[in-house]
């Protein structure tokens, strides 16, 4: 509704043109011809798309948490900054996993020299029996002394075994306590640029702190939501466009990369990802970005801009007001400041109800209206009180097109613009008309 004001403001900027013009004549009428603008209306297919609205995420990207609870004594990167696979991050405080590994150290150590005591005295005790084995065969060793010989080495042998699983066990717990020692020092996983600090000198972190972000910018991933409907459409590998005001005019062209299979539970929807080449780095991590997927196009039909079409405030209905009379060897002159061409008329005008074949972000395919006809794109408003007459200005699609994407301040600059052309039109003509008198 805003844009529509906006346009009728424009619509009466132009027809005070024309009321200018007609006012110089004499004011030969006493209701004046109202100024619109045309454009001639296309035949050919509209492109079916979908615009949706994507989140942007690097291609690899991560959050780095610590994985001990310590003191930061250390940050070694900031912001921004390019990191290696494996480069230190952050360092904190290890005083108390060093003082953990040394006792555990010293623990394996121990274990250690029980193992080898319990195994020197199992040699020993095996070497008594083989001896008390030997005397047993030559009758000089009773029964009941080999046998206790035996039951000493095998309880030795079992010993021996307990020491080798302590040792053993104290190895594990020296490794864990290295590898605590290891983590105070956070390191980056992947490589990829630095951004989302949040670790300073002297914070206390812990295992569930983010510290940083770290993402490969080279290679984006954005990510959008398709609906059920547009599940039945949408395909990967369909083109797709990317646009943000964030990178002006600029458009980054790629295809649907993969759509996950599985629909949310609670919305029924589905996440859809593409992949971009990131040159120039215009998109960033946590970016919103405008994404117009298309896949197809309708059939033939008359194409119009979307600003054409005009519900009719008594008939109710959608249309587009024609200048039939005019045809396309019609001869629109431009001014001397090449800005606007020059109007014709005053020629019929007349209303025209329409069927919608598809809609368009800018252009709709319609029926009810052949192609080449000079449609109104501004001004409307002035000719829905049953004017049957206008002026007409031609202009080039692009022109209108470009005025559909115009955001409100662009339309009030070019109404103020306009205005002020006027009055100065005005004065000099009261220069002109004085100096004559």
């Known amino acids: 509704m805003r844009y529509l004001l906006l346009i009728s403001a424009i619509s009466f900027s132009l027809v005070g043109c024309s009321n200018s013009d007609q006012n110089n004549q004499g004011n030969q009428r006493s209701r004046p011809v109202p100024t619109v603008e045309t454009v001639v209306s296309q035949y050919g297919s509209l492109p079916l798309e979908e615009r949706l609205n994507g989140s942007v995420k690097a291609f690899n990207q991560t959050d780095i948490y610590a994985e001990v609870s310590a003191p930061v004594i250390e940050v070694m990167v900031n912001n921004g900054d390019e ?19 040394a006792q555990a150290e010293a623990n394996l150590q121990i274990n250690q020299a029980q193992l080898r005591q319990t195994t020197a005295r199992l040699d020993q005790q095996k ?3 083989d001896r008390a084995k030997q005397l047993a065969s030559r009758d000089m060793q009773s029964q009941s002394e080999l046998e206790q010989l035996q039951a000493e080495v095998m309880a030795l042998e079992a010993t021996r075994q307990l020491n080798e699983a302590q040792v053993r066990q104290a190895q594990s717990i020296m490794n864990e306590r290295s590898n605590e020692l ?10 990829g640029i630095v951004g989302q600090r949040n670790a300073e000198v002297g914070q206390q972190v812990s295992a569930n702190a983010r510290l940083f972000q770290i993402g490969d910018l080279s290679q984006m991933r954005i990510e959008v939501t398709l609906t ?35 629909l949310n539970p609670v919305t029924h929807t589905a996440t859809a990802e593409i992949e971009v080449s990131n040159e120039g780095l215009l998109l960033r991590p946590g970016m919103f970005v405008s994404v117009d997927i298309f896949y197809g196009d309708t059939e033939l039909a008359t194409l119009v801009p979307n600003n054409a079409i005009y519900r009719h405030p008594r008939e109710g209905y959608e249309g587009i007001y024609v200048a039939p009379s005019l045809g396309q060897e019609l ?23 329409i069927e919608i074949v598809a809609r368009g972000r800018m252009v709709t395919a319609i029926r009810g209206v052949d ?10 408003n002035l000719l ?17 097109l470009n005025l559909q994407q115009m955001q409100s301040r662009d339309l009030i600059r070019i109404i103020q613009e306009r205005s002020a052309r006027r009055v100065d039109d005005d004065e000099r003509t009261s220069s002109s008309h004085s100096a004559l008198n």
């Not at 290891?182 to 490589?191: F, G, H, L, R, Y």
């Open 83 to 101: 990191v290696r696979a494996g480069q230190a991050l952050v360092r904190l405080r290890d005083l108390e996993a060093r003082e953990r590994l």
């Open 127 to 129: 070497t008594q029996l």
């Open 182 to 191: 290891d983590v105070t020092v956070v390191k980056a996983p992947i490589s």
């Open 228 to 262: 059920e409907r547009m599940l039945s459409q949408i395909r990967t590998g369909m083109r797709a466009q990317i646009s943000s005001p964030a990178f002006g005019d600029s458009v980054i062209t790629a295809t649907v990369s993969r759509i996950s299979p599985f």
């Open 331 to 353: 001869n629109f002159a431009y001014s001397d400041d090449q800005e606007i061409p020059q109007m014709v008329g005053p020629t019929a005008v007349e209303f025209r109800r």
């Open 371 to 380: 192609p080449q006809t000079h449609i109104v794109t501004l001004g409307q």
């Open 384 to 400: 829905s009180d049953g004017s049957e007459t206008a002026r007409v200005r031609q202009v080039e699609w692009d022109h209108i």
